[in-house]
């Protein structure tokens, strides 16, 4: 009976140390007691449809927003796994030939997301949260870059400035997007592969994660 006891007292023992010995997932924390806070654009952001097409390129993000999320739901929280980024692109140009640009828009409500991998606080996979729309008026193109079949891409890491400051930079491969009529007349090509990327360089203020 003693025997049988301790046994079980063990088998109760190891159970605990196993759960404890679980480690957690990496996560966002708010610094500022919410789910949100601003964020800002370091170097220009660019995007390239396809092999041999031209590149779209951002300078700015205005109104830039992070936010934290929940895995399960989305719901908004001050500390979990998701990290979403919004605001106005600005000062976006598409690039049609040596030196040669013309203007270009973003939609407003386009918003990327970045979710920590595992246990580990610096490697993520980047998606679109919302769909992202490029216009050239010009040429009369919309490039649409959704959600569907961008989600859980590579490459992107995560640092710590200090504290409060996180900085994200991406520099995504294989993604997908449509293009409007307008575009396939103006030469472009749905694409979709390796040769359609898009790399961004942000910094979120009263944040971290571990």
Request: aromatic letters at 2%; one cysteine or more; proline letters at 4%.
């Amino acid at each position: 009976m003693i025997k049988t006891k301790a046994l079980l007292a063990l088998a109760a023992l190891a159970a605990v140390l196993a759960v404890s010995a679980t480690p957690a997932l990496a996560e966002f924390i708010s610094r500022n007691g919410t789910s949100q806070g601003p964020a800002q654009l370091l170097a220009p952001a660019i995007l390239t449809v396809g092999a041999g097409q031209p590149p779209l390129v951002c300078e700015e993000l205005g109104s830039g927003l992070w936010k934290i999320r929940t895995k399960t739901g989305q719901a908004a929280t001050s500390k979990g796994p998701h990290l979403n980024i919004s605001g106005q692109f600005t000062k976006c140009v598409a690039v049609i030939g040596e030196g040669i640009t013309t203007p270009a828009s973003v939609n407003a409500a386009c918003e990327l997301q970045v979710a920590q991998i595992g246990t580990s606080g610096t490697a993520v996979t980047g998606s679109v949260a919302a769909n992202c729309v490029v216009s050239i008026p010009a040429l009369g193109c919309l490039v649409t870059v959704p959600t569907k079949g961008n989600t859980l891409l590579t490459k992107a890491t995560l640092s710590k400035i200090g504290t409060n400051l996180v900085e994200v930079n991406a520099a995504i491969g294989s993604i997908t997007n449509e293009i409007s009529e307008g575009c396939v007349k103006a030469g472009l090509k749905n694409g979709t592969g390796k040769e359609a990327t898009f790399s961004v360089r942000l910094q979120a203020h009263e944040i971290t994660f571990v």
